[in-house]
């Protein structure tokens, strides 16, 4: 005889039966009818070759054959229940393993919120952080690595939810001891820089800004490009470069590295930051209270 040769409904009616020790009362507990369960013991009477249970005044006893399947029957079932239905989840208490991608100004400026917040709510989990560069070569969200990115640019396509985080404006900067620009510059001086361009992966080059450029009839001059706002930042604190930077970065480092706002003739570019991922993960306990935490952030 091998588990193949029984229909597992059967030995859900004999869990409840030694459960209950009553076939009525069984019957109830299963939403069927008496006779359902009659039925079942029957057909499992002829597998095991035992009779199982015996009528003993209004219920029924179980033989030495069943009282040996008991416990060992019930775990197994409880256990196969938990794997179907999941766990039920406890924040406090959780694992889950969370991948976030996140561009460097966002890890410097949002991701300590985040961190804070994760270690209160979900104290046990973890978290990976990826840039954007590593975000795109894993396939992005309709890869598997990836479980919510913060991101400017979100794929239109049904698979991928997005809320919206946060307005995030540009600002040119220099440094304070920068003589070649002016705190309001005219467009010669603007026309004169030489800037440090941003592109934060391979091919990904940023068009807004070049075009913000080409209105005001200005030819941007790049003397350097690198792959991160940090990166660029800290060029421009030790040369006369300038360069495009989020503002909530400049207000964090700014002070710091000593750089300078420079406003004017161009207007700061005004893009949302968005929290996305994918339907695979919409709807898991930890995915969702993992969003939630990263919103409050």
Do not use: C
């Amino acid at each position: 005889m091998s588990l193949a040769g029984i229909d597992l409904n059967l030995l859900l009616v004999l869990d409840t039966v030694l459960a209950e020790r009553h076939v009525a009362r069984a019957a109830r507990r299963l939403h069927v009818t008496p006779s359902a369960v009659s039925n079942a013991l029957a057909r499992l009477r002829v597998v095991l070759g035992d009779p199982l249970v015996v009528r003993a005044g209004r219920g029924v006893v179980p033989t030495p054959r069943a009282l040996s399947l008991a416990a060992p029957l019930q775990h197994a079932l409880r256990d196969l229940e938990r794997s179907i239905q999941g766990d039920v989840f406890d924040p406090a208490t959780s694992t889950a393993r969370f991948t976030l991608a996140i561009a460097d100004a966002g890890q410097l400026v949002r991701l300590p919120r985040i961190a804070l917040q994760l270690s209160r709510r979900m104290p046990k989990a973890r978290l990976r952080v990826v840039g954007i560069e590593g975000y795109l070569s894993m396939g992005g969200l309709h890869g598997t690595e990836v479980d919510v990115a913060i991101v400017a640019v979100v794929d239109k396509v049904p698979a991928i939810h997005a809320v919206k985080l946060d307005v995030e404006e540009t600002v040119l900067v220099v440094r304070k001891g920068n003589r070649g620009l002016g705190p309001r510059p005219s467009r010669r001086q603007l026309a004169a820089i030489e800037h440090v361009d941003v592109h934060v992966a391979p091919g990904h080059v940023p068009g807004g800004l070049q075009a913000a450029y080409e209105r005001l009839g200005i030819a941007r001059s790049i003397a350097m490009v690198v792959p991160t706002f940090v990166a660029a930042a800290a060029v421009v604190a030790q040369t006369d470069l300038a360069a495009t930077l989020p503002l909530s970065l400049v207000e964090d480092l700014g002070e710091r590295l000593g750089l300078r706002v420079v406003s004017g003739l161009l207007p700061p570019l005004r893009f949302d930051i968005m929290l996305a991922w994918h339907e695979r993960t919409h709807d898991d306990p930890a995915m969702r209270a993992f969003r939630e935490l990263v919103i409050d952030a």
